[in-house]
């Protein structure tokens, strides 16, 4: 059996090897590019937002707190005429440091559950590609699976949906690939 523990290594070189390729995902391969498209008239939309006041969070339109009042005719009318959308306006820039350590975090937990999966389907000694199919298929899983629900739901653009499935597979393969190969082998008891 394979204790959590033994797993450290993995652990973090995992996690350190996914948030390089997650950097250079977004900062240097193009793919993300086209996820966001910028408004038609900058300066009036500003314009617009500031002179509303709106105070940043996320925010729904048409919206309502209350179920019934969602079965109301204006308010079904007016969401059906449009727009409807939702936006997360921010309160200033955002801190890349706090949001890459965070980040880094993120991928720190996610490998320490690839490794207690592991830890529950394999054993010491077990083959790379033993290994290497278990840990993929959790981190792959992990990376890809859990924003879906809401992408659906919130109308997100199908292809940054496709997208970020595409690097949650290149991470989950690179995890798979570091337990795969840091994988404790049989340690053979001394002969007296």
């Known amino acids: 059996?394979?204790?959590?523990?033994?797993?450290?290594?993995?652990?973090?070189?995992?996690?350190?090897?996914?948030?390089?390729?997650?950097?250079?995902?977004?900062?240097?391969?193009?793919?993300?590019?086209?996820?966001?498209?910028?408004?038609?008239?900058?300066?009036?939309?500003?314009?617009?937002?500031?002179?509303?006041?709106?105070?940043?969070?996320?925010?729904?339109?048409?919206y309502s707190a209350d179920p019934k009042a969602m079965k109301e005719p204006a308010f079904v009318e007016r969401w059906k005429a449009g727009p409807t959308g939702t936006f997360n306006l921010w309160a200033n820039c955002p801190s890349m440091g706090r949001n890459m350590a965070l980040s880094f975090l993120f991928y720190l937990v996610t490998s320490i559950f690839v490794a207690y999966v592991c830890t529950l389907g394999l054993r010491e000694g077990d083959s790379y590609l033993?290994?290497?199919?278990?840990?993929?298929?959790?981190?792959?899983?992990?990376?890809?699976?859990?924003?879906?629900p809401k992408d659906i739901w919130f109308n997100t653009p199908r292809r940054a949906v496709v997208t970020c499935i595409i690097d949650g597979i290149v991470f989950g393969l690179l995890t798979a690939g570091v337990f795969g190969w840091l994988w404790p082998s049989f340690v053979s008891a001394p002969t007296p």
Do not use: N
């Open 130 to 148: 033993r290994v290497f199919q278990l840990a993929g298929t959790t981190a792959i899983m992990a990376y890809c699976f859990g924003s879906i």
């Open 1 to 62: 059996m394979v204790d959590l523990l033994q797993l450290w290594l993995p652990i973090l070189l995992s996690a350190v090897v996914v948030f390089i390729a997650s950097a250079l995902a977004w900062t240097v391969l193009p793919h993300h590019r086209a996820d966001f498209k910028p408004v038609p008239d900058q300066k009036k939309f500003d314009q617009a937002l500031a002179s509303l006041g709106i105070k940043p969070g996320l925010y729904m339109f048409p």
